[in-house]
């Protein structure tokens, strides 16, 4: 059982910024103008509210500059906070760490559409091993969860993270968590979490299986 009472960071660009490798969208969202930025925003949705239905999680600050993906992780019970860097990923992390006044900072993807809460609760409580860890995501290449506890962050998100977050001395972590691992950068990697199931904000807009806690 985890120890700590976690803040949790999660990034989120302007939508039309996002997930720009994100194409084609799936059957039926084509037509719509504003599908893509709909699709970015269920994403972010569905993992805002798994982060919040931890019970090892204190809050959940989004570091945002988008009016739409503020009012709607707000509306689930998130606090936010401008881009103030705005040079960057890693730099928005950082002021989202600060952000929060946490000594325990867990830094989350934000397009993890499948992941359930109790999978985020497992590997922040495997996080109590070291000061800093991560989970890689489902590549092995790339990270979905960066913690840091009495120290800073650190984050070093991009191509080829895992293995900037080892060599800085974070501990990977690996469990039975695959929403967790599973975040969403192209067409293959939305089929991927379709089939895991996802949150309702995806499912609503996909017509996909929710996931299911267990």
Not at 13 to 41: F, I, M
Not at 101 to 126: C, I
Not at 173 to 198: C, K, M
């Amino acid at each position: 059982m985890a120890v700590r009472a976690w803040s949790v960071v999660v990034p989120a660009k302007r939508l039309p910024l996002a997930k720009s490798r994100l194409t084609p969208l799936p059957e039926g969202l084509e037509g719509p103008p504003d599908a893509h930025d709909r699709l970015v925003l269920a994403l972010l949705a569905d993992t805002v509210a798994a982060a919040l239905a931890s019970p090892a999680v204190a809050g959940v600050l989004v570091v945002t500059d988008d009016p739409a993906a503020a009012a709607e992780v707000t509306r689930l019970g998130a606090r936010t906070v401008p881009d103030e860097p705005d040079r960057g990923l890693n730099p928005a992390l950082e002021h989202g760490a600060r952000a929060t006044g946490g000594t325990a900072v867990a830094a989350l993807s934000s397009d993890l559409p499948a992941l359930r809460p109790e999978e985020l609760t497992a590997a922040l409580a495997a996080a109590e091993a070291a000061p800093r860890c991560f989970v890689p995501d489902a590549q092995g290449t790339g990270t979905t969860l960066l913690t840091a506890a009495g120290t800073g962050l650190s984050p070093a998100f991009g191509a080829g993270s895992a293995r900037r977050h080892a060599a800085g001395g974070a501990v990977p972590l690996t469990g039975d968590w695959p929403g967790l691992e599973r975040d969403v950068d192209t067409p293959g990697d939305l089929r991927g979490a379709l089939a895991l199931g996802v949150g309702p904000h995806t499912a609503a807009l996909l017509g996909g299986a929710t996931r299911a806690s267990g």
